[in-house]
């Protein structure tokens, strides 16, 4: 049996597999800008298309007893075939059985959640903001408290927004800042 081929369509497999495990449990989310997972979901359905129909062929050329299923065409590659199969191969591993994680205040601190402070204060020409306040994203309340940063105006109002909330070093005891991630492609990219 073509044992080349074979880990060619595992290893397919596996990458196409460690996709569709990240879809299928809305992990992926955790990972990749929601504008990318058309491309992630493209090549999960693709790299699975691939290990099934490279098993085919390997399936029916055994079959026929006709000898080892075609190749692919050779390549110039910087790396020995048999460490770089196997690096795709640990790599798709590790990512079938990780587990994404959420980040929290701890990664915003060491992502520097106080270096940005200055970049994220907008000053808005015009702002208009319209609805119900559970409605607002925290993007919304952070452009209506800078254009007017009374607390009294705000009080009663329900605020149901995404992310975490951080208790800056050297502030006072009563501060804090509520944050999420922005993720401009992917995780690590992320910034607070």
């Not at 879809?23 to 099934?52: F, K, N, S």
């Not at 055994?62 to 196997?86: D, F, I, K």
């Not at 605020?159 to 999420?180: L, T």
């Amino acid at each position: 049996m073509p044992w080349q081929a074979l880990v060619d369509a595992v290893m397919l497999l596996l990458w196409g597999g460690m996709l569709l495990r990240f879809t299928v449990t809305g992990q992926l989310y955790l990972l990749l800008h929601p504008d990318y997972m058309w491309l992630a979901h493209l090549a999960m359905v693709l790299l699975l298309a691939m290990g099934a129909a490279r098993i085919v062929q390997v399936w029916s050329s055994y079959r026929q007893g006709g000898g080892p299923a075609p190749r692919s065409q050779e390549h110039v590659a910087l790396m020995p075939r048999q460490l770089s199969v196997g690096l795709l191969i640990a790599i798709a591993v590790f990512g079938l059985i990780y587990t994404p994680r959420p980040f929290g205040s701890e990664t915003a601190f060491q992502r520097g959640i106080t270096d940005v402070l200055g970049q994220t204060r907008s000053r808005p020409q015009r702002f208009s903001l319209g609805g119900d306040s559970e409605d607002r994203t925290i993007v919304d309340w952070v452009r209506t408290l800078n254009v007017y940063p009374e607390p009294d105006a705000y009080g009663g109002q329900v605020a149901k927004v995404s992310g975490f909330v951080a208790h800056i070093p050297g502030w006072p005891d009563e501060y804090f800042m509520i944050s999420r991630f922005v993720l401009t492609c992917c995780a690590a990219d992320a910034y607070p």
